[in-house]
Each structure stands twice: as structure tokens, then as C-alpha cells.
């Protein structure tokens, strides 16, 4: 069984930049079928924020992260990286990685295994 770890989370300003890590161990992330970033905002529901495939390293984004967010993966370090740029103050939450099986877009249900989450804050 797979555990995750994310980091790099804090505060930042508006219009700052994090980079979030994964970092998998007990499991090759190049077992799973995907491995997808999640965020979950106080009194709000978990949303799924980006998703990579590892068979050909396609990857999903959802429309509220479009064009600001990258995700990425290194399978040397089997960890994946999520790159935000042009934070938002409602970019702050709770970020979360998570594997998959098979294909389950951003359905939180379908994934197996999730760490612990990182706080990211942004404001002034």
C-alpha cells in the first residue's frame, strides 16, 4: 500500500506562486493509474483540482485552476509536483494527493489512497 505525503504548503500573498509536493513510498506511483490533486475549502465539498495519467502523461485541470496550475511527476523521486501560480484568496484550502486505479476523473470516491494534505493560504 502506497503512503503519501504532500508538503510546501503556507501562506502566500495574492498573485504568489507554491509548489506542492507528493512524495510517494511503500509503492511505485507508476503503479497507479493516475494520480490526482484534490483541495477541500472550509464548509466546502472536496473539489478535484488536476489529474495526471501515468501511462502517457496526459493531464486534466479543472476550469478553476486552468492556465494557473501544472501538475507534473518525477518518477526518479516518485513524486508529483502540482506548480500554482496567480494564487487567489479562494485558491485557500486544504490540498490533498490521491491515486487511482483506473480512470475516475475528479471523483474523490474512486480513489484509494490519500495523505494527510497540506494548508495553503493565500491572502494579504
Known amino acids: 500500500q502506497v503512503q503519501l505525503v504532500e508538503s510546501g504548503g503556507g501562506l502566500v500573498k495574492p498573485g504568489g506562486s507554491l509548489r506542492l509536493s507528493c512524495a510517494a513510498s511503500?509503492?511505485?506511483?507508476?503503479?497507479?493509474?493516475?494520480i490526482a490533486w484534490f483541495r477541500q475549502a472550509p464548509g466546502k465539498e472536496r473539489e478535484g483540482i488536476s489529474l495526471?495519467?501515468?501511462?502517457?502523461?496526459?493531464?486534466y485541470y479543472a476550469d478553476s485552476v486552468k492556465g494557473r496550475f501544472t501538475i507534473s511527476r518525477d518518477s526518479a523521486k516518485n513524486t508529483v509536483y502540482l506548480q500554482m501560480n496567480s494564487l487567489k484568496p479562494e485558491d485557500t484550502a486544504v490540498y490533498y494527493c490521491a491515486v487511482s486505479q483506473d480512470y475516475r476523473g475528479f471523483i474523490a470516491e474512486g480513489y484509494t489512497d490519500w495523505g494527510q494534505g497540506t494548508q495553503v493560504t493565500v491572502s494579504s
Open positions: 511503500g509503492s511505485r506511483l507508476d503503479y497507479y493509474y493516475g
Open positions: 495526471i495519467v501515468n501511462s502517457d502523461g496526459v493531464t
